[in-house]
T-cell receptor, first 110, second 115 residues
């Protein structure tokens, strides 16, 4: 069974700090990786995706992928209280259907 | 561009009653998904449609759940009869396809409470 693991948190960081969210996956054949943000009571929204080893930057967000170690991470620079949400990692393999982790709760305190 | 539209937003029913959820995907998105999300968990796939064809329904409890996507646009998900354990958020999502970079756009979800 394909598994996507995330620490449920909460991860608490001060405003302005870097928040680091991690995700590991079991299927070595996984090809693309997604990060979704979900505010309480709302539906998930796509932040970014990555499918090549290395870093991908989009504004304050950086996704990092290491296929050899089977992990993907999301860095949020200059964290803001509005970044407080649950961050879901999703991994897509040969079936083309993403498997979601349970999410990590992030709290950015002023 | 209008997003994925779902209705109703909330539904409370008694156990053993039927319930139906409706989804209108983003125009031009051929792939439609129904997910179930329990509190504190990630979304779990129930069924995937490519146009009007259900291509992945292995996780759908077929004894009580059914879905359809007539004409390859709108979709409905039905539960009959509902059980207490069905209480969850039912999310509909759509995408252009299933390629590497095709992420989902989710609807607002239907929060079902079975009492």
């Amino acid at each position: 069974q394909k598994e996507v693991e995330q620490n449920s948190g909460p991860l608490s960081v001060p405003e302005g700090a870097i928040a680091s969210l991690n995700c590991t996956y079991s299927d070595r054949g996984s090809q693309s990786f997604f990060w979704y943000r979900q505010y309480s009571g709302k539906s998930p929204e796509l932040i970014m995706f990555i499918y090549s080893n290395g870093d991908k930057e989009d504004g304050r967000f950086t996704a990092q992928l290491n296929k050899a170690s089977q992990y993907v991470s999301l860095l949020i620079r200059d964290s803001q209280p509005s970044d407080s949400a649950t961050y879901l990692c999703a991994v897509k393999g040969g079936s083309y259907i993403p498997t979601f982790g349970r999410g990590t709760s992030l709290i950015v305190h002023p | 561009e209008a997003g994925v539209v779902q209705s109703p937003r909330y539904k409370i029913i008694e156990k053993k009653q039927p319930v139906a959820f409706w989804c209108n995907p983003i125009s031009g998105h051929n792939t439609l998904y129904w997910y179930l999300q329990n509190l504190g968990q990630g979304p779990e796939l129930l069924i995937r449609y490519e146009n009007e064809e259900a291509v992945d329904d292995s996780q759908l409890p077929k004894d009580r759940f059914s879905a359809e996507r007539l004409k390859g646009v709108d979709s409905t998900l039905k539960i009959q009869p509902a059980e207490l354990g069905d209480s969850a958020v039912y999310l509909c999502a759509s995408s252009h396809g299933t390629g590497e970079g095709d992420g989902y756009t989710f609807g607002s979800g239907t929060r079902l409470t079975v009492v």
